[in-house]
């Protein structure tokens, strides 16, 4: 017997397509078939065959230049088209609405996806001023409030294989970060200075279901302070509206009554 069961059955075909949409999705520009032919070291028949068909299928497109290939949002819609996605989407969409009504802030509901997080949904800011990212935004889970959150609300069998991981190949301080993770336990919330924008505090918190004491998704609020705006909440007051929707979600999740 094979020592890796994994590679008794293949399907080279199937494989050859996989490659090149998770190229094109880590690749921020387009790139044209000799690039892919040369990247993955494959035949120009292979490529051909497979651009053929993903393109057909609408998973990739060409670029504007005609020469070029990018990644379609096919593939996330397909994603979102899941039972468990759409219902998270469906528990949470209102009250995300409600949220932004009452904070005068954008909201944006994430899920992890490998080892980062993924924006599934945002409700912008009804305010005249605000901040949010598109729905499909990607950042690595540790350089994100969001994706703490996420990290923070997961069992240690499951959370601590993968730091360890993570910190074996020098992506960060690992003592630093299991401290900050409890902080976020006990808190419930992180609020904290963006790492990627100047002036936004990032506030997150969890979203559970019934089923397991991990975390779901992460509610988050890129809070923008308005100084001429005295009548929108503090960012004590937001922090807590914030947690208090994500119960909510959280709780209809819990009850199947969305």
Known sequence: MPRNPSQQYRAPALEKGLDLLELL????????????????????????????????RGYIAR????????????????AMQSPPTAYLLGAALPIMQ???????QSVHLAVASGDQFVVIARIESPADIGFSVRIGYRRNLVDSTSGR???AFQPELTLNPWLQQMADEGSFA??????????????????????????????GTPV?????SSAIAAL????????????HPTIDTVVKQLCESAAQISSKLATHEC
């Open 25 to 56: 999705a880590r690749t921020p520009r387009p790139l044209s078939i000799n690039e892919i032919i040369e990247i993955l070291g494959r035949s120009r028949n292979e490529i051909f065959r497979m651009q053929n068909v993903l393109e057909h």
């Open 98 to 104: 409600h949220l932004t009504e009452t904070s005068h």
């Open 220 to 231: 988050s609020i890129p809070y923008v302070k308005c100084r001429k705006n005295t009548d």
């Open 149 to 151: 959150v996420l990290l």
């Open 174 to 203: 690992i003592d630093k970060l299991k401290r900050e993770l409890k902080r976020i336990r006990k808190l419930g919330y992180q609020r904290a200075p963006s790492t990627f924008v100047e002036g936004i505090t990032d506030l």
């Open 208 to 212: 559970f279901t019934a089923a397991t």
């Open 63 to 78: 670029d504007e230049t005609g020469d070029g290939f990018k990644l379609t949002t096919k593939l996330f819609e397909v």
